[in-house]
C-alpha cells in the first residue's frame, strides 16, 4: 500500500453530522479569529496564486495557504492548542472565550485562579510544539510524549519552549495513549490531544474550531482573488482534525454548492482512506510503526467527530505515496517563473502531491476526469508546515530524496 497512489470516490453511509457540523459554522470560527487576533503574533499567513503553474497545468486557478508564516512556528497547528487551552481555562475560570484575550489569558490573575497546571499531549512535532508554546505563554508546564522515529530537531524546538519532551520507542496512536495515561495520575493536569475518541471529544472539537481561523483566512484572501469560492480543496489527514475542521467550515461556508474536497493520507497510516473502501461507516485503524516522510499524517486511528464530517460531505479519499509529497515540495520549492517560492514540509505538501499525480501522470487520468479538473478549475491547498525538519527538507529537495518512479 505504501508504494502507489490509491483513491475511492465517497460511497458512505452519508448522515447529516448536524452536531459536528455546528462546530465549524462560519458564526463559531469568526470568534476563534477573533481570540487568534488577540495574540502580538497575529496575521493572516498568505494565501500563494501560483499563476504560472496554473497555465503549465491546464487549470484555472492554484492557490496554496502558506502556514510557514504562524506566529512564527512554521506550522498551523498552534492556532488549534492554543484555543482548546483557552476554552479549557475559561471553563476553569468560570469566564467567557469572548472575555479572555491573550492580555487577560497571560495576566497574574488568571494564573492565580488556574493555579498550576500541566498540559499533556502527543505530537510529531507540530501541535506539541503548539501546545508547550501556548503553555509557556500562559505561565503553565507542558509535557510532550513523541513517537518513535521523531526528529530531534522537531523535539529540540520543543524543550526550547519550557517543556518536558522525549521520543518514546511508541507509534503515535499508543504515545497518545501514554499521554493519557501519564495525565490521569497528574493532578491538575489535562490532555490537549488533536484527535477524538468516545469520551474525549470536547476538547478536539474546540482544536478543530482552532484550526477554523486558517480556513477563514483562506476564503476571505480567495475573495481577494477575485475567487468567490474554490472549485475543488485538496486536504491532508493525520487523524484527519485539520480535514474534518476544513471539510466542515467549506460545508457550513459555501451550503449549497459544497466544493469538491479531497482529503489525502500517507500511504503508510491511510486509516481514513481505508475506512472509505470498507464503506460501512465504519473506521478502520492502522497500526505498526506507520513509516513515512509525512510525519504530521503518521497517525493510524480517526478522530471521531471528523470522521462523522467526512463521510458526509468529503467527495474523494487518496492513498498518497511519499514520492508524490516530495516532487511537491521541490515544485513548490522552485517554482516556474512569476510564481512566488513555498518552503512546505512533508506533511505540508501532500496536497499538492496529488494535484501533480491527477494533472500529469496519466496513470491517473480516471481520477483526474473524476474529479473535473480543467481549465475552470480554482483549486485551494494547506501547505501546514514549513521546513520543521530542515535535514529531511534538505535531503529532499537539494539531495532528490524519494524520487518520482520511473
Avoid at 12 to 17: D, R
Avoid at 67 to 74: A, C, D, K, M
Avoid at 224 to 242: D, E, M, N, W
Avoid at 274 to 288: E, F, H, M, Y
Amino acid at each position: 500500500m505504501s508504494g502507489a497512489l490509491h483513491w475511492v470516490a465517497n460511497k458512505l453511509p452519508k448522515t447529516e453530522a448536524k452536531k459536528e457540523l455546528a462546530l465549524m459554522a462560519p458564526a463559531e470560527i469568526e470568534k476563534v479569529r477573533r481570540f487568534h487576533a488577540s495574540f502580538p503574533q497575529y496575521k493572516p499567513t498568505p494565501l500563494t496564486a501560483l499563476d504560472s503553474l496554473s497555465e503549465q497545468l491546464g487549470v484555472g486557478g492554484i492557490y496554496i495557504k502558506d502556514e510557514s508564516y504562524r506566529f512564527g512556528l512554521n506550522a498551523f497547528k498552534v492556532l488549534g492548542g492554543s484555543f482548546a487551552m483557552a476554552r479549557f481555562i475559561a471553563g476553569q475560570t468560570g469566564r467567557d472565550i469572548a472575555d479572555l484575550g491573550f492580555d487577560k489569558l497571560t495576566s497574574p490573575d488568571i494564573k492565580k485562579e488556574l493555579g498550576d497546571y500541566t498540559f499533556f499531549t502527543a505530537t510529531y512535532g507540530n501541535h506539541g510544539r503548539g501546545v508547550a508554546w501556548a503553555a509557556n505563554q500562559i505561565g503553565q508546564h507542558s509535557v510532550v510524549y513523541m513517537p518513535k522515529g521523531s526528529s530531534q530537531t522537531r523535539l529540540d524546538n520543543i524543550l526550547k519552549e519550557g517543556a518536558t519532551a522525549s521520543i518514546t520507542d511508541m507509534n503515535y496512536d499508543d504515545a497518545v495513549r501514554l499521554a493519557t495515561a501519564e495525565s490521569a495520575k497528574t493532578p491538575n493536569s489535562v490532555v490537549i490531544q488533536d484527535t477524538a475518541w468516545e469520551g474525549y471529544e470536547e476538547i478536539p472539537g474546540w482544536i478543530m474550531q482552532g484550526y477554523g481561523t486558517m480556513a477563514l483566512e483562506a476564503a476571505e484572501q480567495l475573495a481577494g482573488y477575485g475567487v468567490k469560492r474554490p472549485t475543488h480543496i485538496f486536504v491532508q489527514a493525520g487523524v484527519g482534525s485539520l480535514a474534518g475542521a476544513v471539510q466542515g467550515f467549506f460545508a457550513n461556508y459555501y451550503p449549497d454548492n459544497v466544493p469538491t474536497t479531497t482529503v489525502v493520507e500517507a500511504a503508510a497510516a491511510d486509516c481514513i482512506y481505508r475506512s472509505a473502501v470498507q464503506a460501512d461507516g465504519r473506521t478502520v485503524d492502522v497500526g505498526g510503526d506507520l513509516v513515512t516522510i509525512m510525519a504530521g499524517l503518521a497517525c493510524g486511528e480517526a478522530n471521531t467527530i471528523s470522521w462523522e464530517i467526512l463521510k458526509a460531505k468529503t467527495s474523494f479519499f487518496v492513498s498518497l505515496p511519499d514520492y508524490a509529497a516530495a516532487r511537491a515540495m521541490r515544485v513548490l520549492g522552485a517554482p516556474l517563473a512569476g510564481d512566488p517560492r513555498v518552503i512546505s514540509g512533508e506533511s505540508g505538501a501532500a496536497g499538492m502531491g496529488l494535484l501533480l499525480e491527477a494533472l500529469v501522470n496519466p496513470e491517473f487520468a480516471d481520477l483526474k476526469k473524476a474529479l473535473g479538473l480543467g481549465p475552470d478549475s480554482r483549486i485551494l491547498l494547506f501547505s501546514t508546515e514549513g521546513d520543521t525538519d530542515p535535514d529531511m527538507y534538505r535531503k529532499i529537495v537539494w539531495d532528490g530524496a524519494y524520487p518520482v518512479p520511473q
